[in-house]
């Protein structure tokens, strides 16, 4: 049995590729995907969001705004309301990219410290998004004290030092289908490298299909490749892979229930 640990189920193609959000969860579980976390990434997309997958127990939800989305806007007391939703497990997607906006640096790292103090609050874990912003990230989760609720660097592309410090904070580190890219090399050292009980599996679907759906749009199934090949990485069988990151998802997302 496998989680996608982080997906956009409201992000789909629901006119070409799915029918419905019935037929993406009836794919995935015919490949033996179980359980799904849809990450919100917008306080107006969010209430859209949940009206899809509150009929489905096995789908699981997060409340937060993007770091590329904070022009979108942003209200503190909304993503707090939002936030204790019985759905919701996590606070997030959140975070720094410095990649795409590097000149809203300041407004994503005081955005990005507010859901941590919410984190905090509700003890619940955060979903943290970084790129190109290594220091800054960890500077901001050391000193509003994540290590109290925990959390996931999810989609990680980032050196396996900074995975490391993360994991000393008691955070855990999320792959994608990034890494079976045969560019990724440095990814690949990093999850050879890392602890599989720290390890968690995710398809950021719709986007970054894995080989060999690269190109095309992603969806939850597909996290199966992403969890075969951490296998192949580390020299263990599939099945353990499945069981350690499942086990994993459910230790840090404690108010998602099995």
Same mark, same amino acid.
């Given at each position: ?6 997906? =956009? ?8 590729? =799915?029918? *419905? ?14 359980? +799904? ?11 859209? &969001?949940?009206? &899809? #997958? ?15 989305? #904070?022009?979108? *806007? +942003?209200?503190?007391?909304?993503? $707090?309301? +939002? ?8 606070? *997030? ?38 790129? &190109?912003?290594?220091?800054?990230? &960890? ?48 990814? $690949? =050292? ?20 894995? #080989? ?10 597909? %996290? ?11 020299? %263990? ?5 499945? $069981? ?8 840090? +997302? ?5």
């Amino acid at each position: 049995m496998l989680v996608d640990s982080h997906c =956009h189920l409201d992000k789909l193609d629901y006119e070409q590729l =799915h029918t *419905g959000i019935d037929d993406v969860l009836a794919k995935a579980k015919a490949r033996g995907v179980e359980y +799904f976390l849809s990450v919100g990434v917008t306080l107006k997309s969010f209430p859209t &969001m949940i009206e &899809m #997958i509150e009929p489905h127990e096995n789908v699981f939800a997060s409340c937060g705004v993007h770091p590329l989305d #904070i022009e979108a *806007g +942003f209200d503190f007391e909304q993503l $707090k309301t +939002f936030a204790q939703h019985e759905r919701v497990v996590a606070i *997030g997607e959140t975070g720094l990219d410095y990649h795409y906006q590097p000149e809203l640096a300041e407004q994503q790292q005081e955005i990005f410290r507010q859901h941590v103090r919410l984190a905090v609050e509700l003890n619940k874990p955060l979903i943290i998004h970084t790129r &190109m912003a290594r220091e800054d990230t &960890m500077q901001i989760l050391r000193e509003e004290g994540a290590e109290k609720c925990g959390g996931v660097l999810h989609c990680f592309t980032e050196s396996l030092e900074m995975a490391k410090e993360a994991i000393e904070l008691g955070l855990y580190i999320s792959i994608s289908g990034i890494v079976t890219f045969n560019k990724a090399s440095e990814l $690949k =050292h990093v999850v050879s490298n890392l602890p599989l009980d720290r390890l968690l599996v995710e398809t950021d679907s719709p986007y970054l299909a894995p #080989i060999p759906y690269r190109g095309k749009q992603n969806q939850p199934a597909y %996290v199966r490749e992403v969890a075969e090949y951490i296998a192949l990485l580390k020299g %263990v069988s599939a099945e353990e892979v499945e $069981k350690v990151t499942t086990d994993n998802f459910f230790t840090l +997302f404690s108010l998602a229930k099995r």
